[in-house]
């Protein structure tokens, strides 16, 4: 039992060994104050061992019973899922602090700095292993103050800008958060999460919030929970705060991109059971998941700026993790926050030693230019539609055979299946640049990687999977729940398919030397859009726009006021 | 309607009511003797606010009886030692710290009695704030007549409340409560006096008066007709959306403490309508958290208006940061206390109150919740302007000195006890009572199919 509450009171031992003491020891104490975070990771790993052996844990310090004469309970409820999430927390945090240590060595801000990356880890920890509803919503706030706070500079305007509006936005989906925090206390009597989901399942409860118009309570919680998740985790159109942590010093991008944005997914994973019972919720996530991955992957290809590009790439993986909620995969999201979270922090941790490396020697990058147009040829086309896009396909569908994955009895698995099929394809035809492919041992090399990638990736996700939710009938229940109409399924699946092909047929003729001709009006065109794509189609704007209005609205009014 | 009974309520409350306003109305006549030196003087009228704790403590066991329990009389000699310490010991405040006295006496008053003496007590406050708003009227500040108005509406209503009769008696009821606890039309008294009011007694008003309003509505409203409530209730929601949209236009900082606080306070009373009559304990942690968060700010600003002057626009000074950092740090844990953020009072009161309402109420409750956004933008964004904003090498700036730092301080400390401490009344342990749920297992597959 003391495993879990290590876990989370270390780092705060961290943030007092940083915060009191007096200057000329300060140094020493900083570095000293990366070993409790670091004995916070071994405590989570020991849990996380626990847990698998034991079952879930439950800690409760302060009855939510009200007893004690405190507003707020304290407790946590640890299952496997809190105890991952504790484990990435507790690492990724270690590292970040041990790198913030020397990054922001002699730093005007330095003290702030470190003691509130070291205070963030603790709410974190909390907020993945807390057991009351109440408390996830205070250290959900916490949470987002404290990144206002991270990325504040004071004296640089335009840090204080973002920070600004970071805050403002967060607050709008701590605001539904707390909405559906109180409905969920309404309609279920309790914020204990294990309570609450229990009767989620046994008490299906209606609304009628219009006369004639019913809902499901399960429905209307998850909803507002959902919302208070896609402004944390940048979903469309609350996406814009991210980019704005340019100025942000990079071991809070790192931490922000490897932590704090994966909020989304968490919530959803640990109220699973209360989004397996609402379809609606989920296909909503799915729509919000898609078009924040095709918006965020759109808006990355045109950045110019590393970071921007890194933080746009980061909606766009967003995207893709609630599109796999919305999808019923609920584990799968769990496996993509925890690599996508690794994968960030190791960017942005080495993007300074990069920009470095680049300052002493620049180099400019090659204009893009067209190879000499090659020789049209029926057995290369063939060759290399063969070899980079059948036999991809191919491979994933004996992998999924082999791994006992099901394709026929789950949307979720054919749908991932075409994403990855797509990427593979991508990788190969960028690898192997389509004419080279004359070399069979390149080929036959990267075909080769392909099965081995393919292989341990399925296994690693069917491994977590089964981990996770060791039920499998609860897995195939998610499924179901995030099943999309036949309609949309289909038309879905013979579009991606579609575009596949048409993206292959593309980049070979590119390859060739020989593009695809593109008539002027749509040359004008992809040229419009490649402006809208820069201005990240302008939603920051729409937002300024939609508060002109109100602060115009609100002046009115104040005027009228004064005149009465 | 009325609780007590003339003689009876008389007899036994009078001593307790009478010791608790007496002695800082003995302060305020014994203060004269130090009118001569402006340093003893404060000291002394800090002295007697804590003398006036000290006697809340030694009578607590006879709060218990009372609609809003101890708590406001615990908080409001804090407060009012806190505002005097706010304000420099010079010589043009000393006759605002002996009003500051005054309208300790008589809120404690009004607290601690029943029936007539409360009444009389809380009448007597508001002709003192009226007295002090005629006083405080300049040639580019004429009187707030709207407000002068609300003050007599509420004067009224405390006068005839025991003879009305019983058609009018809900309305005079009424008529006490809504200029104290503000709701819009009648909101002018309380912006008034928290917007120009001299300093500590203004920071001391932001408290009393809600509290005060607060007390009155659980005594006089219990019996308030269903249909009264549901007209309280449209006009609440009206009233918070009103005072948010202003509070965030205002470049005038008390403006903006005054009318952010006619929207949040605004927010007990649709609470209260969405139950019939307010939830206590809930609703009181409610108010005194965003009473205390109003006075607290108003402290905050009393420190810049000390270094800079009265009339001084957020947008004159800036980057205070730099150079009075303790000012920073506790200005801006006001500032997240007043938008809402836990641990603080706002938010405890204002989560404890939610979870009572009824689903029914999920129209208004949306509202609400915008409302309670709001302070976001305009709390945050004022912070940001004073402590941030562009820098200003030529304004000298000087970081709190101790009184102020213990001012400050203690309205800080009262805003996280009042939020973490506010007697279990978040414990819930049922679903709500008065629930407009349908259970059925037909509708519920086809709702969520």
Redesign the interface.
Known sequence: MALPLLTVLLPLFSTLLVVIGGPESFHRRARLAAWPIGLAFCAAVATLMQVVVEGPLRLELIA?????????PLGMYVDRLAAIMMVVVTGIGTIIYAYSVRSMYQDQFERRFLALIAFKITVMVYLVSTSNL?MM??CW??RG?LLALLTHN?THPQT?IGS?RT??VL??GD??F??GV??A???????EIPLLLERAVT???????VAGW??????AVALLLLVGGMTKSAQFPFHTWLTRQLYAPTPVTALLHAGTINAVGFVINRLAPLYG????TLQIAFVIGLVTTLLGASMMLVQSDVKRMLGFSTVGQMGYMLMECGLGAFSLAVFHLVAHGLFKATLFLSSGSLINQARAEPIFPDTPRLPPPRPASWGIWLLGLVTTLVIPLVIILVTHELLHVPLLDSQANVIFLLFIWLTTSQALTTLARVQVISSLSVLVGLLLVLVAAAFAYLWAVESFTHFLYPDHQEVLAYFAAGALPKVVFDAFVITAAALAVFRWHYLFRLAQGRPIAVPAVATEWLRRLWVMLANGYYVDEAWQWAGNVF?R???R??AW?DR? | MMQGTGLDALTTDVPLAALLAGLPLAGVAAGLVFWGNARLLRGFCVAVAVGSLVAVGLVAGRFAATPLGLLPAAILPVVAAAALLGQPAHREHRLWWLETLVCLGLALGGLAGADIWQHACKAALVLVVMFLLMRQQTQFEPVAWWGMAALVVSLAGLLFVRSAGARLAPWVALAACVPLLPLVPFHGGYASSVARLPGSTAGFLAVALPLLGLHSAATLLGDLPADMWIGIGWLALASAVWGALRALVQADFRRMVAFGGVSLLSLSWWFAASTSGPRLPAATVYVAGVALAAGGLLAAWQVVRSRYGDAIDPRGVGNLVAGMPKFATLFYVLGLAAMGLPPFGPFTGFMSQAMDLPLAAWGGLAVVLGVWLVPSWYVIGMVHRVLFGPERPELAQTDLVPPEVVALTAYVCMLAAVGIVPGGVLARTGPSTIATVVIDEACFEEATR
Do not use: K
């Open positions: 939510a019973d009200g007893a004690s004469g405190l507003a707020l109440l919503v205070v706030q916490c103050f004071h204080l600004f805050f403002t607050r709008i605001i539904a707390l909405g109180i409905l206390q309404q309609v279920y009597g309790t914020l008490m299906p409860v209606v609304l009628e919030p019913h809902v499901s309570a399960a429905t019972l609402s379809p609606t602060m609205l609100a002046r009014i104040d006021g009465a």
